[in-house]
């Protein structure tokens, strides 16, 4: 017999003063039993990013499926935010890339994120709607610690820090830009 997800509910605060967002979003997550902790926040990181009414977490698990992990849809259903996790394949983000207007890649592991993009750099240069995040691993661990079934999370994101809290404690992260979309029309 399978092992079932668990569902993970989180009432994640958000107050972005890089983009002046602050809202409250009741979230629902299905963790699957090979998800790690760290997996997760890396989840929760990039929704509180990249929050906005319309973003919404797929059923699926796997970056490899059809559709993305975490979106963002216009109305009309067109991708507006295709969000990854991990260290996708590069032919996988290329079709990514096609499909939505914007895509973003959170990756994590402090061994795999270096090989993964010393091998990809070259080729996902190209994509100019392509954003890499990295998530430091020991900081990803360190906030990892605030995972339980039942969250109340605060995020607080100031000039690229993230500041999560709870009543269990407080964990930092600085994310690191990889590569960022590329504004320059002539690129």
Known sequence: MATKSTIIKVKLEIADMDRHYYQDHPLTLARHPSETD???MARIVAFALNASDS???SSSLSSEDDEPELSD????GEINLWVAFGT??????RKASNRAREVQVFAYGTHSVPVWWKQNEK????????KIWELPETEL????QLVSRGMKLQCNISEGQIWLSN????????????KD????SRA
């Open 38 to 40: 760290q997996r997760l």
């Open 55 to 57: 973003l919404s977490f």
């Open 73 to 76: 849809k216009s109305l009309t």
């Open 88 to 93: 996708p394949d590069e032919k996988w983000l």
């Open 123 to 130: 080729a996902l240069t190209r994509y100019h709607n392509l």
């Open 141 to 144: 661990a360190d906030a990892a």
């Open 167 to 178: 009543d269990a404690g407080s964990h930092t992260l600085e994310p690191l830009v990889l």
């Open 181 to 184: 979309f590329v504004t320059d």
